[in-house]
């Protein structure tokens, strides 16, 4: 069954830190994997897209890597600010049915002050 | 350029009554999702629609719910006989070509039902 897994659940760091989200998926055959952010109440943004020959993607603070081979993703978040309070969310595609994301139930992160 | 539009944002139905949510794709997108959250839950793909053309409803539940992109006006998800279980947010979501692959998929801020 193609699954997305995500850990931790929630975390709490303090403003200015840095912090890595991790993503399993049991996705097959991969496509691609996002990671996106909600914030409470709205919907998702688009963070990151890799398809399977990326091994990292950046997008300003945010750093997402992959290893199709364990089937693993993380995304670093570095020098946080509390706007960056938000679910990351992690969503892989299959290769048969590419435009079907299967999204993980994502990490609460909040920055405090 | 306006993005994914939804409405209503929030929607209150007694049971068994029906529900509409409408989605307006972005500008040159013809290409339409709808996912639905349910309450500390993933989002869960429902249908895909292209132009006047359902392409995958695998998500759909068989029964009470529908969902049409006609050629002229938005998209539209129909709930009938609404029941408790209906309660969630329900996200429209478009992109220019198949949203397979590397090509980003952009999702409205949402409509959340309440069934009362």
């Known amino acids: 069954k193609n699954q997305v897994e995500q850990s931790p659940q929630s975390l709490i760091i303090l403003e200015g830190k840095n912090c890595t989200l991790q993503c399993n998926y049991t996705v097959s055959p991969f496509s691609n994997l996002r990671w996106y952010k909600q914030d409470t109440g709205r919907g998702p943004v688009s963070l990151t897209i890799m398809t399977f020959s990326e091994n990292t993607k950046s997008n300003g603070r945010y750093t997402a890597t992959l290893d199709a081979d364990t089937k693993q993703s993380s995304?670093?978040?570095?020098a946080s600010q509390l706007s960056d309070s938000a679910s990351y969310i992690c969503v892989v595609s299959a290769m048969d049915s590419s435009y079907k994301?299967?999204?993980g139930s994502g990490t609460r992160l909040l920055v405090r002050p | 350029n306006a993005g994914v539009m939804q409405n209503p944002r929030h929607l209150v139905r007694r049971r068994g009554q029906e529900a509409r949510l409408r989605c307006s794709p972005m500008k040159g997108h013809s290409h339409v999702y709808w996912y639905r959250?349910?309450?500390e839950e993933g989002l869960k793909f429902m249908v895909y629609l292209q132009k006047e053309n359902i392409i995958d409803e695998s998500g759909m539940p068989k029964e009470r719910f529908s969902a049409e992109f006609p050629k002229e006006g938005p998209s539209?998800?129909?709930i009938q006989q609404v029941v408790r279980g209906d309660s969630a947010a329900y996200f429209c979501a478009s992109s220019p070509t198949d949203g397979g692959g590397g090509n980003t998929i952009y999702f409205g801020e949402g409509s959340w039902l309440t069934v009362v």
Request: charged share 10%; no cysteine; proline share 8%.
């Open chain 1, 75 to 78: 995304l670093h978040i570095t």
């Open chain 1, 101 to 103: 994301l299967i999204f």
């Open chain 2, 76 to 78: 539209i998800l129909r």
């Open chain 2, 37 to 39: 959250q349910l309450p």
